[in-house]
């Protein structure tokens, strides 16, 4: 039995290495990229919220649905908050807002109760999108075979809003999943690369803190995360940090539908 434990242990202590060499080989690689390397003009930064329950059951963990859909473009060459999308939407699978979520995000029954279903806040948001990639003259990533980058991207803080909540609700829902979620940056994912040890993990809130930015508004309020996501981008661009796609769900020669 000691020596399994030691056999474990010897594991555990590869992998932390192998995790650590891995970081300091990425960190080392975007320490040569400069500011002008990477192609983004704007940034449109997300976060969603979603049904929760206190100790929830495992059922009720996998059915939770999108509550508050914001999005906020903020423009890379001056901090500038230029537009901004925002919808609350009905749950349909569980209606009843739990206390601890009502508690957590201070979003009411009553608010939700009047609000559209997400079929209607996605398509509403694809044409407030549609209407701010003509005024703004933005390119998402893989719409243009000339330029697969584009000069705006989608931004989160984690990869759950997206890969998890959002891909998962439009699964069981079958709904059309916009294609411009197929590709975006994690924010958490490039600060923890580049502003921190690989053992250091961060929240958004002590993230922040770390940055000297002071939040504003409601924390777990989807819009104001948004905003604060897209003010902790901003920062980090203008002190050097290489902002990129981190997750793209497209096969590499895929390109995304127009709007």
């Known amino acids: 039995m000691n ?5 474990t242990d010897q594991i555990e202590e590869v992998e932390k290495l192998l995790k650590e060499q891995k970081a300091k080989r990425i960190r080392k690689k975007l320490k040569k990229k400069e500011i002008k390397d990477h192609p983004y003009i704007y940034l449109l930064c997300i976060d969603f919220e979603a049904t929760c329950f206190d100790m929830p059951t495992y059922q009720k963990r996998k059915i939770q649905e999108i509550i508050e859909f914001p999005a906020v473009l903020i423009n890379l060459q001056n901090g500038v908050i230029e537009s901004e999308f925002h919808r609350y939407v009905r749950p349909t699978e569980i209606g009843i807002l739990s206390e ?17 279903v997400l079929q209607d806040v996605i398509e509403e948001f694809r044409i407030w999108l549609k209407e ?3 005024e703004k003259n933005l390119i998402m990533p893989k719409t243009k075979k000339s330029n697969l980058d584009g000069n ?21 829902k079958q709904l059309k999943k916009l294609s411009v979620f197929n590709q975006w940056m994690d924010l958490k994912e490039i600060f923890i690369n580049e502003r921190c040890s690989p053992k250091e993990q961060y929240s958004f809130s002590q993230a922040l ?6 939040f504003i508004g409601q924390p777990h309020s989807g819009i104001d995360d948004a905003r604060m996501t897209a003010r902790l981008a901003y920062k980090l661009h203008t002190e050097g940090s290489y902002l990129r796609i981190t997750r793209d769900m497209n096969h590499y020669s895929k390109i995304n539908r127009p709007f």
């Open 209 to 214: 803190a770390k940055e000297g930015i002071e």
């Open 3 to 7: 020596n399994l434990q030691s056999i």
């Open 152 to 172: 705006c991207c989608i931004c989160t803080w984690t990869n759950w809003d997206i890969l998890i909540q959002l891909r998962n609700e439009c699964n069981r």
């Open 132 to 134: 701010l990639i003509k």
């Open 100 to 116: 601890y979520c009502t508690n957590l995000t201070k979003i009411s029954q009553a608010t939700v109760d009047s609000a559209k």
